[in-house]
């Protein structure tokens, strides 16, 4: 599930770190989120917003399973009467 909605957010990371950068590829300051998403689609095309998906996919499902894996095996070993 964390690998799923990684992918359905990177679009809102995308622009988040283009907010962080502060302006265009020009030096023009972005004006907010909705500003972005504009110049992103004009400029470069909807596929930029998903810049991305495949690292973070990877890297979020990849760290779910470590945790739950590490989960299970910590609450089997503290609470061995949990197996029945």
Known sequence: ???IAAGFTTPLDVVKTRLMLGSDKSG???QGAGDVIKKVISEE???VLLSGIQPRVMWISIGGFVFFGAYETFRLFLM???LQ
């Open 28 to 30: 023009v300051p972005y």
């Open 1 to 3: 599930s964390g690998g």
């Open 80 to 82: 061995p009467s949990s």
């Open 45 to 47: 095309g909807s596929a």
